[in-house]
């Protein structure tokens, strides 16, 4: 609801207590991808205080710029991750004590097929069809208009210490800004005076999918009208609408405007939400990015309807736009979808349904990957126009689909490893990619290793392949839907000191269609072999028993294997006062540096917090073991 003022505030409560439910959804890489990469401003306020400072990875440095910009320009920072990522969170940094120069600004992403569109704030959110294009968060108060703007003071930037956003805590904030493809970073006075931070730093969240996530609009909400509800809280979608109706929210993005079936009597078209891509400003809606192999072509389809009368949006993948959908509130008028010149290179096809009693038109088609490798894809629709042009009002949409792409496996790692006191230690999983519509078999051989089958290690079945039933249904490629070699593959402990062994594993083609093998250069990489690694930290070095050394009369086993006699253990370890053995436990010592002992003796052993080794006294001093062996 958008038409009056106290209809905003209702949204802003609605936000808030949206947030009483958090829900975390995709995952984060900590890779810091701004770490070095260059940085421009609109000019330096001092060379004490260069834009290198803003990437290079400390928060005690600072970047400032001067003031030159004339308003309605601002002052401005721009970081160039030199090539194009899928970005999901900013975190900034700004002096402490605070001086309010990090305190009212606009974060602007975009990748490298979108241009610059200057550095008017209020370029970045105009009703032009290329501004929900562009990812965009504000930093002001939540309760002065739009993008810092008021009745007094209209231009942006506008006065400083004006409608200013609170204080960093502990001088960082860290910005959820949902997932889109970027490649610049374009910070944007909000205040005529200098811009500053201590530090610019940008994370990855990109898990490409298979299959559209929650197309139906059915995570997110449960209420019963209409209702603002940040994308961290709406699995598989993010969106550029940069307006936040509480600073205090940020970290968890922008506003996706749910809308339950029947509000304001309109009906789903399907379950019991949809959603408007007009939230405050023409925005994108976009969906987690999707892995296509090459030449690959799939099928999608989708709802479309105005709001109040004819609204147009634009179908638009990997930025670019390929389609245009125009279409009324009602059965009759106008519902037509268009090519547009993006689509025709793309091999994009659009065809559509007939229009229901309630003004849904359900558009379809398919689009084709025309290039050679794989590639992580943005699937997105984005708001061009409104019936009666006011930008907060229209575009519905619903029950977003594609089709036609199978699933793809591969091994979680090509090196693992395991002790080989636990029977399936950190064994090789199989990533799965997808949706798989009834259950199918997949066979892993064993092609080759060190570690000998039936000794070393047991499987189900003893001889051949190992074949593992995969379970119908939706796979994201993570860790959290993987399928575990555990019930066909366990390791054996032999007590036998051998050093490590390996066994070479490979993922066989099911040849199903629905299922099949990740490519070399697949978007979420792929790895056919595993070569798995039974790592022995055990010593069991046979003793010496020449001589007539005496038995080792007491000792502590975690094994069960304690006997009498010089055959048995401990006996058979000769010379010793008290012998311990253990896969799984350690005999702790004296945690200490050299220098704190003063009268060492010969064979004193004590753990040398220093050097971080375990340290012996010699005849020629203190000497640090750092390599693990059998001793001779």
């Keep these: 609801m958008k038409r009056t003022q106290p209809d905003r505030n209702r949204k802003i409560k609605a936000c808030i207590l949206s947030f009483l439910f958090p829900l975390t959804f995709l995952y984060s890489q900590n890779t810091n991808l ?232 309109v009906p789903s078209y399907e379950g019991n939400y949809f959603i408007e891509l007009n939230s405050y400003t023409n925005s994108e809606l976009e969906q987690q990015p999707i892995c296509i192999l090459p030449n690959e072509t799939f099928s999608w389809s989708f709802a479309h309807r105005g709001r109040s009368g004819v609204d147009v949006m634009r179908l638009v993948v990997e930025n670019i736009d390929v389609a245009e959908f125009t279409d009324n509130n009602a059965q009759a008028g106008t519902h037509t979808g268009t090519i547009l010149p993006g689509g025709v290179a793309s091999d994009v096809t659009v065809n559509k349904e007939a229009t229901t009693s309630s003004g849904w038109t359900r558009y379809f088609g398919t689009w084709k990957n025309n290039s050679g490798v794989s590639k992580q ?28 792409l199978s699933a793809i496996m591969t091994f979680d790692k090509l090196r693992p490893k395991g002790d080989e006191a636990t029977t399936t230690a950190n064994l090789p999983k199989i990533l799965i990619n997808g949706r798989i519509s009834v259950p199918r078999t997949i066979q892993v051989t064993i092609t080759g290793g060190t570690a000998v089958r039936g000794t070393d290690y047991t499987t189900i079945p003893a001889a051949g392949p190992l074949s593992i039933t995969v379970p119908a249904g939706n796979y994201d490629g993570t860790a959290a839907t993987a399928i575990s070699l555990a019930s066909v593959l366990q390791v054996n402990q032999d007590f036998i000191s051998e050093g490590d062994e390996n066994i070479i594993l490979k993922l066989e083609d099911p040849g199903t269609g629905d299922i099949r093998l990740a490519d070399s250069n697949s978007c979420q990489g792929a790895v056919i072999t595993s070569t798995y690694s039974i790592t022995d930290f055990v010593c069991y070095k046979n003793p010496v028993t020449t001589g007539a050394p005496l038995n080792t009369n007491m000792g502590i086993s975690a094994f069960n294997r304690a006997g009498s006699g010089s055959n048995a253990w401990p006996g058979i370890r000769k010379g010793a006062y008290l012998a311990l053995e253990s896969a799984t436990k350690g005999l702790v010592v004296t945690r200490t540096t050299k220098a704190s002992i003063t009268n060492p003796v010969i064979g004193m052993i004590i753990y040398e917090t220093n050097d971080k080794c375990l340290s012996m006294y010699t005849s020629t001093g203190w000497k640090c073991y750092q390599s693990a062996s059998c001793p001779d």
Excluded: C
């Excluded at 997105?380 to 949409?397: C, E, K, Q, W």
């Design 34 to 265: 701004a770490f070095g990469k260059p940085v421009t401003s609109s000019s330096i306020d001092n060379i004490t205080f260069p834009n290198s400072n803003l990437t290079d990875g400390n928060f005690s440095t600072l970047a400032r710029t001067g003031n030159s910009q004339v308003p309605p320009n601002a002052e401005w920072f721009l970081v160039d991750l030199q090539s194009d990522y899928f970005i999901q969170n900013i975190t900034l940094g700004s002096v402490v004590p605070d001086n309010t120069r990090s305190r009212r600004f606009k974060i602007i992403t975009f990748p490298s097929s979108m241009p610059n569109l200057g550095t008017n704030p209020q370029t970045y959110v105009s009703s032009s069809n290329t501004s929900a294009n562009y990812n965009r968060f504000i930093y002001t108060t939540p309760n002065g208009s739009t993008f810092g703007t008021t009745a007094t003071n209209p231009n942006i930037p506008g006065i400083p210490g004006q409608t200013l956003g609170p204080v960093f805590t502990n001088g960082i904030i860290s910005i959820n800004v949902g997932i889109h493809r970027a490649r610049y970073i374009l910070i944007l006075n909000l205040q005529d005076t200098n811009l500053e931070f201590t530090e610019l730093q940008v994370t990855s969240g990109s898990i490409p999918v298979r299959s559209i996530v929650n197309g139906g609009f059915e995570q997110g909400t449960t209420s019963t009208g209409v209702n603002q509800v940040t994308e961290a809280l709406v699995n598989g979608w993010s969106t550029t609408e940069g307006v936040s109706d509480n600073i205090s929210l940020l970290n968890n993005g922008g506003n996706i405007e749910y809308w339950r079936s029947g509000a304001l009597s």
């Design 377 to 404: 894809i943005a699937f997105a629709f984005s708001a061009v126009s409104t019936s009666g042009g006011n930008i907060s009002v229209g575009n519905f949409l619903d029950d977003v689909r594609i089709s036609g």
